[in-house]
């Protein structure tokens, strides 16, 4: 489950018209903005009720929680906030640099 946070200046295209497929090349294609990981989080959390029932799991069962920070490739300046939910006792994560 992933919840994305951007800025509405310069990404309005974004919450008009994109509706699936790779968020990062239609904000490429659209906007004009190439975008790398600056940083990522990873922590487990107790799901919240909603997370839960999405992910089609008990609340007392821990979730991977990652909350990433997406940079302009050219510019360095954050471009996007990110939150994603992952079930703990289904997931496997690799993190490479």
Known sequence: MISHFMSLKG?????EKYNKGSLHNFMKKHCGVELKRKE???SSVMPE???AELLKMPRNLPV????SLNVSSET???VEYVVTRFRGDATQLLVQP
């Open 11 to 15: 990404m309005e295209i974004v919450y």
């Open 40 to 42: 990522s989080l990873i």
């Open 49 to 51: 009720p909603g997370d």
């Open 76 to 78: 360095e300046i954050p």
């Open 64 to 67: 991977l929680r990652v909350k």
